[in-house]
């Protein structure tokens, strides 16, 4: 999103306390714990209300998801189905739940305005199922806000994968 | 040319409305062997859309059937396919995915080579003999290359029928999957390229599946479509088996609905309702209802999936016998709002994809298939015979894919001349 686009949102409150690297590392390692342990409610409510949850497509991994077409482009409502449905009982994809293992590193503060902070982190989720392990490799670049309680949501989490292609990954089934 | 004895694959009972896969088709790789000779190397195989290279210079790389290609329009603005592999020696001449040059240059010895294929230059040209021929030595151009309505189909048979010939049946509904948006198309810029630990030929039969869609699907139309607001009725309830599958010929099939519900026929009902006016202005209020107010799974035989709901084009190949690659794109409307264009793609991903609420699970189903498959000395057979007795088999029926086999099966056995893959023989054909 551009940062003119971020400006015209209306803030959920001012970024006060200021932000952190310190902070925005706590925020991420615990965001990795959710998603790992499966506390994809918990998860969930580390979303703004208009917050999205975004995977560019490989090959265009700094397009526009108004523009182009991604992997993964979900508004608050398809991420809270999104959680629904792998909390289910017919997310085949994810049945039995995949374990997964999150190392989140090299967190940078790219921009802070005064009510969001946009930071960039790199990952590596390990993912294991039926005997299969695939390894995801990207950055993150988040936009945060502060929540109504003053801890940091995403209004935008985004996954720019490094693969140039989901091969033999074949699926994005968890939240990466 | 040694035939593996294919006899036994197929149990096609049309008396008794039995049809049968033997499971080694799936899992042995001398049948692989022979599916790429008899098959992809004898098929129309679809390579790019024209608006992947719409202007002079742009150029794309990719395999089809196997061989990496290169796609580019030269400097008339005509589009080539190319084997990339330099003439030379061997190297790939091109390397990125994408781009726009005048020349493409094979970094091993330097040669160049413009869009049309011309080789431009060599290096200390001057140690040739009379006998090496410049204009031999240009790209070599795929056996076939033909355009239909922008849509480029490459055949490495160079003895094959035309590309309109080849569609036969198909071509009509091809028609449909290009004009619903009452203005030309143009493929979406963000590929999804992923994989499926399966035989490629359980992708022929799940993409043109109506009959697996609400249990292996049921996340989506149980849980997404209410979560956002819409009745699933029309999907779940007893209006689900209103389709029908078609056999087309030639190994095409198709299965076809009246239009249904989606999260794009509920978000952009305005701007649906207004293409589908221009749609009778332009085509007629008959032809207009055929393009608009179905939904279809259009399956070009052998690897190409058009699917009406999402609009998107979806080819795969296989790597191993329980391996594929599975590229897929959205083409829409090139003239469209940015809004309804984004709409457009919302719906696509809503189901779509390796990140969808539905792909995933159908992965997950192949690759279970393929699994499974290691019990096939014991279980040797798999079924598809829903339907068989029916006068018109419904979407919800197997026609359509016993459709894609009854090809498969002739062409595996080298009878290239038209097939019967219809349950109810249209011709009974002498070759028979």
């Given at each position: 999103?551009?940062?003119?686009?971020?400006?015209?949102?209306?803030?959920?409150?001012?970024?006060?306390?200021?932000?952190?690297?310190?902070?925005?590392?706590?925020?991420?390692?615990?965001?990795?714990?959710?998603?790992?342990?499966?506390?994809?409610?918990?998860?969930?409510?580390?979303?703004?209300?208009?917050?999205?949850?975004?995977?560019?497509?490989?090959?265009?991994?700094?397009?526009?998801?108004?523009?182009?077409?991604?992997?993964?482009?979900?508004?608050?409502?398809?991420?809270?189905?999104?959680?629904?449905?792998?909390?289910?009982?017919?997310?085949?994809?994810?049945?039995?739940?995949?374990?997964?293992?999150?190392?989140?590193?090299?967190?940078?503060?790219?921009?802070?305005?005064?009510?969001?902070?946009?930071?960039?982190?790199?990952?590596?989720?390990?993912?294991?199922?039926?005997?299969?392990?695939?390894?995801?490799?990207?950055?993150?670049?988040?936009?945060?806000?502060?929540?109504?309680?003053?801890?940091?949501?995403?209004?935008?989490?985004?996954?720019?994968?490094?693969?140039?292609?989901?091969?033999?990954?074949?699926?994005?089934?968890?939240?990466? | 040319m040694e035939k593996i004895e294919l006899k036994e694959f197929i149990?096609?009972?049309?008396?008794?409305?039995?049809?049968?896969?033997n499971?080694q088709a799936?899992?042995d790789p001398e049948i692989l062997d022979v599916e790429r000779r008899e098959i992809f190397d004898r098929?129309?195989?679809?390579?790019?859309?024209?608006?992947?290279?719409?202007?002079?210079?742009?150029?794309?790389?990719?395999?089809?059937?196997?061989?990496?290609?290169?796609?580019?329009?030269?400097?008339?603005?005509?589009?080539?396919?190319?084997?990339?592999?330099?003439?030379?020696?061997?190297?790939?001449?091109?390397?990125?995915?994408?781009?726009?040059?005048?020349?493409?240059?094979?970094?091993?010895?330097?040669?160049?080579?413009?869009?049309?294929?011309?080789?431009?230059?060599?290096?200390?040209?001057?140690?040739?003999?009379?006998?090496?021929?410049?204009?031999?030595?240009?790209?070599?151009?795929?056996?076939?290359?033909?355009?239909?309505?922008?849509?480029?189909?490459?055949?490495?048979?160079?003895?094959?029928?035309?590309?309109?010939?080849?569609?036969?049946?198909?071509?009509?509904?091809?028609?449909?999957?290009?004009?619903?948006?009452?203005?030309?198309?143009?493929?979406?810029?963000?590929?999804?390229?992923?994989?499926?630990?399966?035989?490629?030929?359980?992708?022929?039969?799940?993409?043109?599946?109506?009959?697996?869609?609400?249990?292996?699907?049921?996340?989506?139309?149980?849980?997404?479509?209410?979560?956002?607001?819409?009745?699933?009725?029309?999907?779940?309830?007893?209006?689900?088996?209103?389709?029908?599958?078609?056999?087309?010929?030639?190994?095409?099939?198709?299965?076809?609905?009246?239009?249904?519900?989606?999260?794009?026929?509920?978000?952009?009902?305005?701007?649906?309702?207004?293409?589908?006016?221009?749609?009778?202005?332009?085509?007629?209020?008959?032809?207009?209802?055929?393009?608009?107010?179905?939904?279809?799974?259009?399956?070009?035989?052998?690897?190409?999936?058009?699917?009406?709901?999402?609009?998107?084009?979806?080819?795969?190949?296989?790597?191993?016998?329980?391996?594929?690659?599975?590229?897929?794109?959205?083409?829409?409307?090139?003239?469209?709002?940015?809004?309804?264009?984004?709409?457009?793609?919302?719906?696509?991903?809503?189901?779509?994809?390796?990140?969808?609420?539905?792909?995933?699970?159908?992965?997950?189903?192949?690759?279970?298939?393929?699994?499974?498959?290691?019990?096939?000395?014991?279980?040797?057979?798999?079924?598809?015979?829903?339907?068989?007795?029916?006068?018109?088999?419904?979407?919800?029926?197997?026609?359509?894919?016993?459709?894609?086999?009854?090809?498969w099966d002739a062409l595996m056995h080298g009878r290239r001349g038209?097939s019967?893959?219809?349950?109810?023989?249209?011709?009974?054909?002498?070759a028979?």
């Open positions: 999103m551009a940062t003119q686009d971020l400006a015209r949102v209306a803030p959920v409150r001012s970024l006060d306390p200021a932000v952190t690297r310190a902070e925005i590392e706590e925020f991420l390692i615990h965001e990795a714990a959710l998603l790992d342990e499966w506390k994809l409610d918990e998860w969930l409510a580390l979303v703004a209300e208009d917050g999205r949850y975004l995977i560019p497509s490989l090959d265009t991994p700094d397009s526009d998801h108004r523009t182009a077409l991604f992997l993964i482009s979900d508004d608050r409502r398809n991420v809270a189905s999104r959680v629904k449905q792998l909390l289910g009982r017919t997310s085949w994809a994810e049945t039995p739940h995949s374990r997964t293992r999150r190392l989140v590193t090299n967190v940078r503060i790219l921009e802070q305005a005064e009510d969001w902070v946009k930071v960039t982190a790199n990952f590596a989720v390990w993912r294991f199922q039926h005997e299969a392990t695939d390894c995801y490799v990207g950055r993150y670049i988040h936009v945060l806000v502060r929540g109504p309680s003053s801890g940091l949501m995403f209004r935008e989490r985004r996954a720019v994968l490094d693969l140039e292609t989901l091969r033999p990954h074949g699926k994005l089934s968890f939240i990466l | 149990i096609d009972d049309r008396g008794n409305g039995i049809f049968r896969i499971r799936f899992t098929t129309w195989l679809y390579a790019a859309h024209v608006s992947e290279v719409a202007k002079p210079g742009a150029f794309v790389t990719r395999r089809v059937g196997g061989r990496p290609v290169i796609v580019t329009c030269d400097a008339s603005g005509k589009p080539h396919v190319f084997l990339n592999s330099c003439p030379h020696r061997g190297n790939l001449v091109c390397l990125e995915k994408s781009g726009s040059a005048r020349a493409l240059t094979c970094f091993y010895h330097a040669w160049s080579f413009d869009l049309s294929g011309k080789l431009l230059g060599v290096p200390d040209a001057e140690a040739y003999t009379p006998a090496f021929k410049r204009e031999e030595m240009g790209l070599k151009s795929v056996p076939r290359m033909e355009n239909y309505r922008g849509m480029i189909f490459i055949s490495y048979d160079a003895g094959i029928e035309s590309l309109e010939s080849y569609l036969g049946n198909a071509r009509e509904y091809l028609d449909y999957m290009i004009d619903f948006g009452g203005d030309e198309v143009e493929i979406v810029q963000g590929a999804q390229a992923y994989s499926m630990k399966a035989n490629w030929k359980l992708l022929v039969e799940n993409s043109m599946d109506g009959y697996h869609a609400l249990s292996t699907h049921h996340r989506y139309f149980h849980q997404y479509l209410p979560d956002i607001g819409m009745d699933p009725a029309a999907w779940a309830g007893a209006n689900r088996t209103m389709g029908r599958g078609v056999s087309l010929g030639g190994g095409h099939a198709m299965v076809e609905s009246p239009q249904r519900p989606t999260p794009l026929t509920s978000s952009a009902k305005v701007e649906l309702d207004a293409i589908r006016a221009r749609l009778v202005e332009k085509h007629g209020p008959d032809r207009a209802h055929r393009i608009a107010d179905y939904t279809r799974n259009l399956f070009i035989f052998p690897n190409l999936i058009l699917i009406s709901l999402w609009h998107t084009v979806r080819t795969f190949y296989p790597l191993r016998p329980d391996y594929m690659e599975v590229d897929a794109w959205a083409l829409f409307p090139k003239n469209d709002s940015q809004q309804l264009r984004q709409k457009r793609m919302d719906n696509f991903l809503s189901f779509l994809g390796p990140g969808g609420f539905a792909t995933p699970d159908d992965v997950s189903g192949l690759e279970g298939c393929q699994r499974g498959f290691a019990t096939m000395r014991e279980l040797p057979w798999s079924d598809i015979s829903r339907g068989m007795g029916r006068e018109e088999p419904s979407s919800q029926d197997e026609l359509q894919m016993r459709a894609f086999w009854r090809r038209p019967d893959c219809a349950d109810r023989p249209e011709r009974r054909l002498a028979e």
